[in-house]
């Protein structure tokens, strides 16, 4: 994920947020009926903008762990190679 594209899912996230703060602010003001079914709606929202944002903190770990690994693995070559070296020069 790029950072401008994080910044793009981030943003949007602290939208869905304030959106969510201003539906309930609205459902303040309307009638009992209409404000259960909004309350519903909020606590599905809530729910499902906490369940996306747990996938995109996943999603950005495993990057990061991909990344890791990978220069994990590349020092273990380098570290490989210079104990062959170490080796090759000691037996000669």
Known sequence: ??????????N???????KIDQLIE???E????LREELDKTIATLKIKKEA???I???Y???KNFRQAKG????ALFELKKAFQALFSKRDV
């Open 56 to 58: 995109i903190r996943d």
């Open 30 to 33: 309307a009638s009992l009926e």
């Open 60 to 62: 950005q770990e495993r």
């Open 71 to 74: 220069h994990f693995a590349s």
């Open 12 to 18: 949007t996230l602290k939208e869905l947020g304030k």
């Open 1 to 10: 994920m790029t950072q401008d594209s994080k910044n793009s899912v981030e």
């Open 52 to 54: 996306l944002e747990v």
């Open 26 to 28: 609205e459902s303040k």
